[in-house]
């Protein structure tokens, strides 16, 4: 079920009233349940794939923590990856692979048809595989023991708030609030729901009307003006921002108001100065599952240039690919892997600018420089992640290239009203967001007056059912 539909409506407060009115020795079990039932309303079938990657891994990690033979533990982590990437792969890139190998055996004149199969992709099974996997792995390495009990790690695969988009939870922080008890708290349940509301504005009011734009414009682009396109690209970078950062506020304020802690898995990213400060602030649970199982292993930065580079491409490689079976998503990664390695090859170079022409003199300036150039990149990328191919990437590129149009800048796709809407949520946000940089925003309303308090969360609501749209699209991340 979606976070923005009624059947939600009714859930949640039911799980949440049960939770808390039954006895503690059923509340994981009342959790577990949930979450099934939460994850079997999109597509039940799929289940059982969810089940296969719980099994395996509880078992696996459990053999490999009992055995004291090295030959063994690697066979049992073998297995344990074999059977989570092997679903991944699967139902994720089986078709990709055998369509791309179909025109190399074509352009190499080698009569072979491959089949397609047209599996469809079950929804979450790029998170809760990742969390199977980092789980088997750090009980391989040493960083954790594993649970014993098998409904306790069951209920950290399938913990229904992050269950489909994330955050990627680890083990050893997750695990561990599952045996505490959780007593109902006034202002723990009260700060969830505060969290909530912004997701859901961020969701409902801004990402949605700003898909209704970017899907026309996207989805025709020849027909567009260099501006039109332009401002196309940047709705969708808050779109998606809006949209994902949504979802994870409303899952965050989910777990807490049942007592549970998710990790923080954005951090205001348009403000970044570097393209490493935005990887440091954009899906940061993605970005360290890939540091510490893909990108420290592989040798991080303790090794010769070239290796270093190479590792950093490689690794944004699979984050590309991770996110979808297209090369657009490919060279998504790649590109943003071009930018970490040029941005750590010119570091001398650039601070040589710096002194030149007297950057340090203007650090306000100098600042929303930075922030200028890290937004056009990050902008110049997200063109290959939104575009369906490379054919329409090409569109878009000579599009904005062109200069053609340039005075044309409201889009199609929805009335002027909107349009002003749109831009109207992105100010907002943008103000939301320099503040938070600087202060704790909920503790800091949640300190002034009752009277005022209120009639900023009524208005919060008003604003949410007045200026939302509510057609329940799907969150970005769910096709992920």
């Not at 059977?83 to 072979?112: A, Q």
């Not at 690209?233 to 965050?252: E, K, L, M, N, V």
Request: charged share 15%; glycine share 6%; with cysteine.
């Amino acid at each position: 079920m979606l976070f923005n539909s009624f059947h939600f409506l009714i859930f949640f407060p039911t799980v949440v009233f049960l939770f808390f009115v039954l006895p503690k020795k059923w509340r994981l079990w009342i959790l577990l349940i949930a979450s099934y039932y939460f994850y079997m309303s999109f597509k039940p079938d799929y289940v059982i794939f969810l089940v296969c990657a719980t099994v395996v891994s509880f078992f696996a990690a459990r053999k490999i923590y009992e055995t004291k033979k090295p030959t063994i533990k690697k066979a049992y982590l073998s297995l344990c990856i074999v059977v989570n990437v092997g679903i991944l792969f699967t139902f994720k890139y089986v078709d990709f692979f055998t369509e791309n190998f179909e025109k190399l055996f074509s352009v190499l004149h080698i009569d072979y048809a491959f089949s397609v199969f047209s599996l469809l992709l079950p929804i979450g099974i790029s998170f809760y595989t990742f969390q199977a996997l980092s789980y088997c792995i750090d009980v391989y390495t040493g960083k954790m023991v594993p649970e014993k009990r098998f409904h306790i790690y069951a209920l950290y695969v399938s913990f229904f708030p992050q269950l489909v988009a994330g955050p990627i939870e680890r083990a050893e922080k997750l695990i561990p609030q599952f045996k505490v008890t959780h007593s109902f708290s006034y202002e723990r349940a009260t700060s969830g729901l505060k969290l909530m509301t912004w997701g859901f504005f961020k969701k409902l009011v801004i990402a949605d009307r700003l898909g209704l734009f970017v899907d026309s414009a996207y989805g025709n682009p020849s027909n567009l003006g260099s501006t039109q396109l332009i401002i196309a690209t940047i709705f969708f970078a808050f779109q998606i921002y809006c949209d994902f950062s949504g979802y994870t506020d409303i899952a965050r304020g989910v777990a807490r108001v049942l007592g549970f802690q998710l990790v923080l898995n954005f951090k205001q990213p348009y403000f970044a100065k570097s393209i490493s400060d935005f990887w440091r602030r954009w899906h940061i649970s993605l970005y360290e599952w890939f540091k510490d199982y893909v990108y420290i292993p592989l040798g991080g930065n303790r090794v010769v240039k070239w290796r270093w580079y190479y590792n950093i491409i490689f690794t944004f490689l699979l984050s590309g690919l991770w996110h979808g079976a297209a090369w657009t998503f490919v060279i998504w990664g790649v590109v943003h892997g071009v930018y970490l390695v040029v941005s750590n090859s010119t570091v001398d170079i650039r601070k040589k600018c710096v002194s030149l022409f007297n950057m340090s003199k203007f650090p306000r300036l100098y600042a929303l420089f930075q922030i200028g150039v890290v937004f056009f990149l990050v902008c110049f990328a997200w063109i290959f992640f939104r575009a369906d191919s490379l054919g329409t990437v090409l569109t878009i590129l000579k599009g904005i290239g062109s200069l053609e149009n340039v005075r044309t800048v409201v889009l199609p796709g929805a009335s002027k009203a909107n349009f002003i809407i749109a831009l109207a949520g992105i100010c907002f946000l943008i103000v939301v967001e320099y503040v938070q940089q600087k202060k704790d925003l909920q503790r800091y309303i949640a300190q002034m007056p009752i009277i005022l308090r209120w009639a900023m969360y009524s208005g919060a609501i008003f604003i949410i059912l007045g200026f939302g749209i509510f057609t329940q699209y799907e969150f970005i991340y769910f096709q992920f």
